[in-house]
Structure formats: C-alpha cells, structure tokens
C-alpha cells in the first residue's frame, strides 16, 4: 500500500438539489476509481450511494462522469489523473434524473427498450435449424457486445441537451434495432419505426457516443450510419421512389425475402442434392 | 423515485460549460480555422478567374474546363470554378464525417461531447431543415463523376506536354491531388451501403459473396475516412496553389524526367 493519496470532489445530492463534497483518499497501484469510492463509503461516507456490481467493465452499473468525462468508474485508473494537481470530480450522468449521489434513474432507457419489436426469424428450415453464414452476422456481433451501461444514451447531445428522451431511442438503441435489422434471419421491417418513433433524424452524426463507448464499439459507423442509409433507401431516395412507382412495386417489404431466400439457401440444397445423387448411385 | 431530470447548477449547464479539463474546444477550433480558411481560398479563386492552367496542367478547382465566355457581359463575373465547386463541395457538405466537424465547429450543437450547447433553442437534427443530408448518395455520384475528370488531368499532366511524355513534380502534384481524392471518394459511408452494406444475407443473395468483399473493401478505407477527407482538403488547396503558382511564375516546375 502507497502512502500517495489523491483528493476526489464527489456530487452528494438528489433531483432537488446538492453539492460537491471533498474527500481524501490513499492509492495504490492499480486503484480504479469505484474502489476510490468504495473506500470513502467504508471509511468516511457510508451514506454515499453508488451502483456496482461486477467491478470488471462487464455490467455496466458504475456509469459515471469523471472529471466531465462519461466514464465506467470500474474502468477508470486513478493514477491517470496523477498529473492533475486539481480534484478528481465525480458526478453522476447527467441526462438522467439523480436518485442519490451518484445512482442515476435509468429506466428509461427500459423503457425505449420495450419500444423495440422482438426479433422475428424466419421459419426453420427442413431439418428444424437456422443456418446463417459468418459473412451474415459478422457485423451485428459486434453490436451484441454491449453492456448497457448507458454512457452513449448519457452523452448524446439529443438526450443531454436537447431532452429529447421520447422522441429518439438514442445510440443504445439505435444499434439494438441495427442487430435486428441487419440480421439474416429476421424477416420484420422496422424502418418505419425508426424513421418516425425513434427518431433517427434527430441524430446529427457528432459521434460523442462512440467516443464514450466503454466496449469500443463503433456505434456511428457501423450501427446508426448503415441505418441512416437503409432508411434513406426507403424514404429519401426519389430514384429508387420513382422505379418503385413505375414498377408498380409496394414498398420492399423485408418480411417476404428472406423466407424465399431460406428455401433455395445453398447449404440446403447442397444437402439435399447430395442426398439424392447418393441415392442415384445406390 | 425522481421522475424528471433537471440541471442543477453545482453540475454546471449553458454553452460551453462542462468539467471537462482536457482541451475539448481544440479539435472544433482548428477544424472551424482550416475549412473556413478553405472557404476563403476557394472564394479568392473562384473569382481570380486566372492563373488556374499551364501547358498541360489544369487546377483541380477549374476541373473539367468550362468555356464561360457565354457569361461575357454579365452584371456578375462568372468563372468555370464557380460552376464546378458546387458539385464537390455538396459531397463535402452531406459527408458523414464532415457534418461531425462542422456541426460541433460552427453550429456548436454540440461544441464538444459533454459540453454544455448555447441556449435553449428548436433542434430538429437532420428532420427538417437539413433532411437534405438523406442525399448524400446522390452528391456521391457527382464526386465519381469528377474524379474521371481528375484523373483525365493527372494523365494529361504526364503525357500531355508538347514534346512527349515526361514527369514533372506538377504531375506527382496533381496525381497525388487525384489519388486522395479517389481515397476520400471510394471511402464513403454511402458508397459502403451501396456496395453491400444494404445487405442482410450475403450468403442468399444475388451476387452476395461478391457484395461481401466489396463492402469489407470500402470498410477497410471506411474506417480511415475522417483522414482521407483532410487530406484531400488540403490537397485540393496544395494542388491548386501549385498550379498558380507555376502560372505566375513564382517558380519553375522541376522536371524528373
């Protein structure tokens, strides 16, 4: 144990009001800030209310603001602020309503989540399985690595400045609905409802979210742009408007490809064509 | 159980307010200098009117040349630039990266992540006044447009001259001018969509393997574009002042061989 110790200004207060309390704090190598925190609530504050659970980056609980960065406090080193002769300032998320201290009401992010209509995959082929490629899904693997910890929700400026918490799903969601659309299995078109109930539009493409995000996922590029896009196909794209018209084409529907597709998909009939020249050759 | 949020001033709300330390203003600073610094030089030259060909170079601005003696007598000078830079400035103006760094530079909305906007105000992203971004894909075809006639011009910088074919520094200028161009161009979101982003099952679809490669192509340049777009910034600018300069005669082109 160092005998180096480091000062932490923390937000003590709720909804109605509060303030900056400051406390002392020993460190040691390797010290993050939630163990900051957990020692001052041990030794110092056992009042002062903070979310954790896995201490690992894993849950997403310990979402926070350190010094006016969003930050997973569990994530955060206290030794990189070793340079700083000011305060480290803790303060909880900004774009939710404060409960205590540092625990923010989340539930709305539940809430839009509910929004969201389930995944609906295709039906199963002959033999009762699914079958998708890696090529098919390589890319939503990478929105699946999120752990809700809701700092994209808490830094976009749509939700944070502009309020707009009903009106636009936010970065979290965005990408939930671009794993369900982009997913070779599922037959629903929800471009409709991103457009309008979700609020896509509201997006302005300034990519705090991706700066923020604690998994490294490339939120922007990968998830709401390629969704801006599809949504442009079907809305804002008077050429592919004017060749629907003149085709006499409805809107493409996404439910109606995907079942036809499953039918012919080459490793079925791969299967199945083996199976009969077996046969041929008995 | 708290039902709203509010902003209480110990967390400190308004413009530019945050508890940020590090210098988050630097980044829309120097990005608000450099393209309105752009905006300037590409205004001088539009109406300079002058100095933007010689032998078998052309200036980027003034690519493909327009005849515009038709607009002789006109109550306002008209260049070949004027007519052109519309067309590539509209894939700047819709670019995915662009609208980051001038939305954070100059609408400040917001100046920087969790930093505090101006004043209350009516924000409707990209929904109403600027739903024209949905566009993008169509400026995309423009800027392809213009790249063969860039390159058109980096050839002609080769074997264009009088006495043959030979390699001046003007020609790597101008190659290199059409080469960031092209990176810039062919590293778009739009064109990402276009070529397979859109998409679900590449196994199942038409010429799907095909599509797969081409948009894991695009996203390998994709994931560079914010670089691709300064440097083809600048290499418009560089190209050009090149050109005028040789035009001028501040300076001989070097000849390789």
Redesign the interface.
Same mark, same amino acid.
């Given at each position: 144990m160092s005998d180096k110790k480091a000062t932490l200004k923390i937000?003590r $207060? +709720?909804?109605?009001?509060?303030?900056?309390k400051t406390y002392e704090v020993e460190t040691y190598p390797g010290m993050v800030v939630l163990d900051a925190i957990h020692d001052i609530q041990a030794k110092q504050e056992p009042g002062l209310a903070v979310r954790w659970n896995c201490k690992a980056g894993r849950c997403g609980s310990c979402g926070a *603001?350190v010094? $006016? @960065? =969003?930050k997973l406090m569990c994530m955060t080193r206290m030794s990189a602020y070793d340079d +700083?002769p *000011?305060p480290i /300032?803790v #303060?909880p998320m900004?774009?939710? =309503? &404060?409960?205590k201290d540092l625990v923010t !009401?989340v539930s709305q992010n539940f809430r839009m989540a509910q929004k969201i209509p389930a995944f609906a995959p295709r039906p199963r082929e002959a033999d009762g399985t699914h079958r /998708?490629?890696q !090529?098919?899904i390589e890319r939503i693997q990478e929105f699946r690595k999120c752990i809700e910890c809701f700092l994209c929700q808490n #830094?976009c400026?749509?939700i944070?400045?502009?309020? @707009?918490k009903e009106d636009f799903a936010g970065p979290r969601f965005l990408i939930a609905m671009a794993g369900l659309? /982009?997913? =070779?299995l +599922?037959t629903l078109d929800r471009r409709e409802l991103l457009k309008d109930e979700f $609020?896509i539009?509201?997006?302005? &493409? %300034?990519?705090?979210c991706t *700066?923020?995000c604690p998994e490294h996922i490339n939120i922007?590029?990968n998830g709401i &742009?390629?969704m @801006? *896009?599809?949504?442009?196909?079907d809305?804002?794209?008077p050429?592919r408007w004017l060749i629907r018209k003149v085709g006499g084409e409805e809107k493409k529907k @996404?439910a109606s490809l =995907?079942v036809i597709?499953?039918e %012919?998909? %080459?490793p079925v009939v791969k299967k199945k064509k083996t199976e009969k020249a077996a046969k041929a050759d008995e | 159980m708290a039902s709203k949020s509010v902003h209480l001033s110990v967390l400190q709300s308004g413009f530019g307010k945050t508890l940020r330390r590090d210098n988050w203003w630097a980044g829309p600073a120097t990005t608000g200098l450099i393209i309105t610094s752009f905006i300037v030089y590409a205004t001088f030259r539009g109406f300079e009117n002058a100095h933007y060909e010689i032998g078998p170079y052309l200036s980027p601005m003034y690519s493909p040349l327009i005849d515009t003696s038709f607009a002789k007598g006109w109550p306002i000078p008209v260049s070949g630039a004027m007519l052109i830079l519309g067309g590539p400035a509209s894939f700047r103006l819709t670019c995915y990266y662009y609208r980051k760094a001038y939305y954070r530079a100059f609408a400040m909305d917001p100046p920087g992540c969790a930093v505090g906007e101006r004043n209350a105000h009516t924000y409707n992203g990209e929904r109403k006044l600027w739903i024209f971004q949905n566009l993008h894909r169509f400026t995309l075809y423009i800027a392809i447009m213009f790249l063969v006639f860039l390159w058109h011009d980096a050839v002609k910088g080769l074997i264009g001259w009088s006495d043959g074919t030979h390699l001046n520094v003007g020609t790597l200028v101008i190659t290199m001018n059409a080469t960031l161009l092209s990176l810039y161009t062919l590293s778009c979101h739009a064109l990402r969509h276009l070529v397979g982003g859109n998409v679900n099952s590449y196994s199942t679809a038409f010429l799907g393997g095909l599509r797969f490669r081409l948009w894991k192509a695009v996203s390998v340049l994709n994931e560079r574009h914010m670089l691709f777009a300064w440097m083809s910034l600048f290499g418009v600018g560089l190209t050009d002042f090149y050109v005028r300069c040789i035009s001028v005669g501040a300076f001989a082109d070097a000849r390789i061989f």
């Open positions: 937000y $207060g +709720d909804n109605d009001g509060g303030e900056f *603001e010094n $006016g @960065k =969003p +700083d *000011e /300032m #303060t900004k774009a939710f =309503p &404060i409960l !009401d /998708m490629q !090529d098919d #830094t400026h749509v944070r400045d502009h309020g @707009k659309d /982009m997913h =070779p +599922d $609020g539009g509201y997006c302005n &493409i %300034t990519r705090c *700066e923020v922007t590029d &742009i390629p @801006k *896009e599809r949504v442009a196909d809305y804002f794209d050429v @996404k =995907p597709q499953n %012919t998909s %080459t | -």
